[in-house]
């Protein structure tokens, strides 16, 4: 069975001060890894795909790696509005549902 | 615009009442899934569809249908709500997988409902 294990539950920073969201996971045969931003009352949002160990992917003050058994988002001398919460899933390559496992999420909040 | 639509997007019925929860998407995706977020829980998987008239469980189908009977549409089903199916619904599609062709699997997520079972 996929798992996925997000750490800490919840983060608070204060603006510009940089850290790192972890994302644990057990999978047979990772299809993909993803990372979601998702605000209160809100859809999930994508913001990145990892495909294999050793991938980077950056977008604005956040960047994402791959590892065999764990990714990071690194956040940038974050802002008060990269305040939500950030969810990691991992997709596997067993059958043909492309069902996201997720874990439960880091509540990120970011003090002017 | 590119998006998955629900309808409602609040909800509050009694025990037993049947209802249904739209969802609609305009990208011609070939996949579409429904999952429920609980505190604690997560979201997890209730039912998800492949392609038209293409269907199967997730890991939490009890007390929900689905059908696809048109692309963009993949109605959720609740026969008889019960209040441990109060919950945050979400609706979501993609591209189908091609295989070793990544790049195409990124699933968009409607905007919710929420749903109170009395």
């Known amino acids: 069975e996929d798992q996925v294990t997000q750490s800490p539950e919840a983060l608070r920073l204060q603006e510009g001060e940089s850290s790192s969201l972890n994302c644990s996971y057990t999978?047979?045969?990772?299809?993909?890894l993803f990372w979601y931003r998702q605000d209160p009352g809100k859809g999930p949002e994508f913001l990145f795909t990892l495909y294999s160990a050793g991938e980077e992917k950056e977008k604005e003050r956040l960047k994402a790696t791959l590892t065999k058994k764990e990714s990071f988002l690194h956040i940038t001398a974050p802002k008060p509005e990269d305040s939500a919460t950030y969810l990691c899933?991992?997709?596997?390559?067993?059958?043909?549902?492309?069902?996201?496992?997720f874990g439960k999420g880091i509540t990120l909040s970011v003090r002017p | 615009e590119a998006q998955v639509t629900q309808n409602p997007r609040y909800l509050i019925t009694v025990t037993g009442k049947k209802l249904t929860v739209t969802c609609s998407q305009n990208?011609?995706?070939?996949?579409m899934s429904w999952y429920r977020q609980d505190p604690g829980l997560g979201l997890r998987q209730i039912y998800y569809s492949m392609n038209v008239e293409v269907t199967d469980k997730g890991d939490v189908p009890e007390g929900y249908k689905v059908s696809r009977k048109e692309k963009r549409n993949f109605p959720l089903i609740l026969e008889s709500p019960s209040p441990n199916q109060t919950s945050l619904y979400f609706c979501?599609?993609?591209?189908?997988?091609?295989?070793?062709?990544?790049?195409?699997?990124?699933?968009?997520f409607g905007p919710g409902t929420r749903l109170t079972v009395l």
């Open positions: 990208m011609n995706h070939e996949y």
């Open positions: 899933a991992v997709q596997s390559r067993n059958g043909a549902n492309s069902k996201l496992t």
């Open positions: 979501a599609s993609s591209l189908r997988d091609r295989g070793r062709i990544t790049g195409y699997n990124e699933q968009f």
């Open positions: 999978v047979s045969g990772l299809r993909g």
